[in-house]
């Protein structure tokens, strides 16, 4: 909730744009991908995001493929709001794979090592939280609730667009922001 506005004010600013984000409206994954539900949260981010706002879907892709999951995520928005512009981004395998793309800028923040560094094909590894709380000292696993904006804003964002879906993030902005 307090993460992702964070790094898209941290992208929009190094694109240099200001933006205004409402509160971000989390529905967990699986009911999330119900028939509905997708349209339900559309609904309600047309609402807050005003007449002239856009809405930004970002997802888990855990265990799927991105590149076959988001574009029917983005036709199933667009069909319920057509009127908007609507960005899906699905962070392969989970939002934390960003930061093992740039691990050594978040090097001894939050308990991560200051040792860390980033690992190859950070997108192929299925379980970035545990890779995350491995590099901790012992007695400390990472916490998305109380880690995940620390880490966020000490992210290099350009280091993390070594990973695949941060660059689809960072580019799907570039362009919302460029026109």
């Not at 609507?86 to 090592?113: D, M, N, Q």
């Not at 290099?156 to 990973?163: F, G, S």
């Amino acid at each position: 909730m307090e993460a992702v506005p964070l790094l898209v004010r941290r992208i929009a600013a190094t694109l240099g744009y200001a933006v205004h984000i409402p509160r971000p409206i989390r529905v967990k994954r699986d009911r999330f991908l119900k028939p509905g539900e997708l349209e339900r949260a559309v609904e309600l981010a047309a609402r807050q995001a005003g007449t002239d706002g856009s809405i930004l879907i970002l997802l888990d892709a855990d265990d799927a493929c991105p590149a076959e999951l988001a574009p029917r995520l983005l036709e199933r928005a667009e069909q319920t709001r057509p009127d908007r512009r609507v960005f899906t981004v699905l962070a392969k395998s989970e939002y934390e794979s960003w930061f093992l793309a740039a691990a050594e800028s978040i090097a001894g923040v939050r308990g991560v090592a200051d040792s860390v560094m980033s690992p190859p094909d950070v997108e192929t590894i299925r379980d970035a939280k545990g890779w995350l709380s491995a590099r901790m000292p012992s007695g400390r696993s990472y916490r998305p609730t109380l880690d995940q904006a620390a880490l966020s804003a000490r992210l290099d964002l350009n280091a993390a667009r070594r990973a695949p879906s941060f660059d689809k993030m960072w580019r799907d902005l570039a362009k919302l922001l460029g026109d």
